[in-house]
T-cell receptor, first 114, second 113 residues
Framework: DTGVSQDPRHKITKRGQNVTFRCDPI?????LYWYRQTLGQGPEFLTY????????KSRLLSDRFSAERPKGSFSTLEIQRTEQGDSAMYLC????????????FGSGTQLSVL | AQTVTQSQPEMSVQEAETVTLSCTYD???????LFWYKQPPSRQMILVIR??????QNATENRFSVNFQKAAKSFSLKISDSQLGDAAMYFC??????????FGKGTRLHILP
């Protein structure tokens, strides 16, 4: 069990560029979650997966955001045409699909849009 | 839709004293789970304690305990014998029956030596 890993740890991009983040969950975990967190705030739910199926996407999420989990293992989060307001920490977490199971979090990807 | 509210943006407590962090939530579900997570300056989220909604008994983990009031939809965290290492952001979280998990905005806890 190597934990949840996210890549890259930091990303600096210019406004208007596209960025993609990767998350590798704990291998036996079938639930995978994406959150966005700004400094001093709580994690904001973006989307989650059961294996390769995307169960829900936040209604607050712009169409510029898309996430995939094509083989039910790793996941990618893409942001198109980035804006300065997208600057945040993007957290990935995974868990077993058992009632009440806790989330295991990655270290996050810090995005800065200039 | 479910919501989680933490009304205390910041709290301070003297080392070795007891502090209580508040959390309220709104839901129409009867079956759910509640959590408290700790996020130290390293920003790695750590589970502190978990409560099943169907259990009346309050969860306890060493110096951490909760006061779960289901009818009032209240879920407070009590930290006894506060230690310097307890300084962090604390987030209350709600896990619904379909496993969606939402967080409150957090309470920043300062420990005064």
């Amino acid at each position: 069990d190597t934990g949840v890993s996210q890549d890259p740890r930091h990303k600096i991009t210019k406004r208007g560029q596209n960025v993609t983040f990767r998350c590798d969950p704990i291998s036996e975990h079938n639930r995978l979650y994406w959150y966005r967190q700004t400094l001093g705030q709580g994690p904001e739910f973006l989307t989650y997966f059961q294996n390769e199926a995307q169960l829900e996407k936040s209604r607050l999420l712009s169409d510029r955001f898309s996430a995939e989990r094509p083989k039910g293992s790793f996941s990618t989060l893409e942001i198109q045409r980035t804006e300065q307001g997208d600057s945040a920490m993007y957290l990935c977490a995974s868990s077993q699909r058992q009632s009440g199971e806790k989330l295991f979090f990655g270290s996050g990807t810090q995005l800065s849009v200039l | 839709a479910q919501t989680v509210t933490q009304s205390q943006p910041e709290m301070s407590v003297q080392e070795a004293e007891t502090v209580t962090l508040s959390c309220t939530y709104d839901t129409s579900e009867s079956d759910y789970y509640l959590f408290w997570y700790k996020q130290p300056p390293s920003r790695q989220m750590i589970l502190v304690i978990r409560q099943e909604a169907y259990k009346q008994q309050n969860a306890t983990e060493n110096r951490f305990s909760v006061n779960f009031q289901k009818a009032a939809k209240s879920f407070s965290l009590k930290i006894s014998d506060s230690q310097l290492g307890d300084a962090a952001m604390y987030f209350c979280a709600y896990r619904s029956a379909d496993d969606k998990i939402i967080f409150g905005k957090g309470t920043r806890l300062h420990i005064l030596p």
